[in-house]
């Protein structure tokens, strides 16, 4: 059941963010098909969050079902009504109560935005939250993972924020760098369709869905599944 009490998988709308539409016309709908892997989209307090239906959007094309979990922080920059509609399942930012299902296990996860204190937290082993509690676990049962940072210049530069990535690498945790923060070199020649992509959202979503891609299909053959008692 969703929210509002209906049955999951019975809404006659479709969402597509990226047409701005709500309707029988949009596409990319998951209860049209069946998804190939289960994947948890983990967002966080950044401006790159108002934006999370794009990155929905290209999991579906992928045949990605999604489930989307939020930070306290991060909840508030979405649009909760739209991305449960477009993924058929509540955001979840809270542990699941004794009579709420447990979630669906997972194939799959990306944290994006990620920002310094998430980032921090996680290579530190802190879960305060669910979404972090969630994380904590999927890494130790191996869940593919990709990070995405959101983070100013000043902040990466931290100590803290380098040792947290080199800690999260070492978990073999995808962190994908340099952050959306601008440092790096600039590329040489043409960049890529991904890139270009990435360019006009201002985020690499399409980079971080590649990613992830590539991951889980190292991985495949191994067992791993996201089944956490708070979710």
């Not at 596409?27 to 966080?44: E, F, I, N, T």
């Not at 601008?182 to 399409?206: C, I, K, R, W």
Request: glycine letters at 10%; charged letters at 25%.
């Amino acid at each position: 059941m969703d929210r509002g009490g209906r049955e999951r998988g019975s809404r006659n709308e479709n969402v597509d963010f990226s047409s701005g539409r709500i309707g029988p016309s949009a596409v990319g709908h998951p209860g049209r098909r069946p998804a190939m892997s289960s994947v948890r989209l983990v967002v966080c307090g950044a401006p790159p969050a108002r934006r999370i239906g794009r990155l929905v959007d290209i999991g579906h094309a992928r045949g990605w079902e999604i489930q989307v979990i939020a930070t306290p922080a991060g909840i508030d920059f979405m649009d909760v009504e739209r991305i449960e509609a477009a993924t058929l399942f509540p955001i979840r930012s809270r542990d699941r109560r004794e009579a709420e299902p447990r979630s669906a296990r997972a194939d799959g996860i990306i944290v994006a935005p990620a920002t310094f204190n998430t980032v921090c937290k996680l290579a530190s082993g802190i879960a305060d939250t669910y979404a972090l509690t969630v994380l904590a676990e999927a890494i130790g049962d191996r869940v593919p993972t990709v990070v995405v940072p959101f983070v100013a210049p000043g902040m990466a530069a931290r100590m803290p924020y380098r040792r947290a990535v080199r800690a999260l690498h070492a978990e073999q945790v995808s962190v994908l760098m340099p952050d959306p923060s601008g440092l790096g070199p600039v590329p040489v020649g043409p960049l890529s369709s991904t890139a270009q992509d990435d360019a006009a959202e201002g985020f690499p979503f399409h980079r971080a869905a590649d990613e992830l891609t590539r991951v889980m299909a190292a991985r495949r053959p191994q067992s791993y599944g996201l089944h956490s008692d708070c979710g």
